[in-house]
């Protein structure tokens, strides 16, 4: 089975901080994204990865930057966190091939004080 | 980006009772896949299906791609099914952008 993990459950930080959000796959994927879940928003795109160093604006980049160094770990910065990020952070990962199931990590609940 | 509409937007039922939920699309699609979000926020991939009918126990799912919407069926729902259902589309030669409805709201009670 395909294993997303997400490095936090839960995440609580301060207005300004600088907050990274660690997400590792083990299936070898080449594609990764990350996604915010806001009530009655469903599910935006971040930004996603189909390769090493590789990274692509999704549709709400603003205030975000990505980091892929290795093909398993794709990273989400916050550069300086702020209360309307306060959201719900997934990361995802598929194989390069379009017709590819997406798989979920569980999620990082992050709040912003 | 391919707008993608689901409905109904909540449902509540009567354990055992049975639901269809319905994705719409706007554009061609080589992907099409549905998504249940479980209490606890986890996501996990129901069916992976295009085209065509797929059934997996009391789920079963059919995507008219040519008429641009998908259903997923459940039957005889239990409390467990409660949850948030996603449909997440990506269109051909669009890379592998997904797009995702707003999700239909589940309640199963007993």
């Known amino acids: 089975d395909v294993k997303v993990t997400q490095s936090s459950r839960y995440l609580v930080k301060r207005t300004g901080e600088k907050v990274f959000l660690e997400c590792v796959q083990d299936?070898?994927?080449?594609?990764m994204f990350w996604y915010r879940q806001d009530p009655g928003l469903g599910l935006r795109l971040i930004y996603f990865s189909y390769d090493v160093k590789m990274k692509e604006k999704g549709d709400i980049p603003e205030g975000y930057s990505v980091s892929r160094e290795k093909k398993e770990r794709f990273s989400l910065i916050l550069e300086s966190a702020s209360t309307n990020q306060t959201s719900m952070y997934l990361c995802?990962?598929?194989?390069?091939?379009?017709?590819?199931?997406?798989?979920f990590g569980n999620g990082t609940r992050l709040t912003v004080t | 980006g391919i707008q993608v509409e689901q409905s109904p937007p909540d449902l509540i039922l009567q354990e055992g009772a049975n639901s269809t939920l319905r994705c719409n699309f706007s554009?061609?699609?080589?992907?099409l896949q549905w998504f249940h979000q479980n209490p606890w926020g986890q996501l996990i991939n129901l069916f992976y299906i295009p085209s065509g009918t797929k059934q997996n126990g009391r789920l079963s799912a059919t995507t008219v791609a040519t008429e641009r919407y998908s259903l997923l069926y459940i039957s005889s729902s239990q409390t467990t099914d409660s949850g948030v259902y996603f449909c997440a589309v990506a269109e051909w030669g669009g890379g592998n952008q997904f797009y995702f409805g707003t999700g239909t709201s589940l309640t199963v009670i007993p």
């Open positions: 995802a990962s598929s194989l390069a091939q379009g017709n590819s199931p997406l798989h």
């Open positions: 299936m070898d994927h080449e594609n």
């Open positions: 554009d061609s699609v080589n992907n």
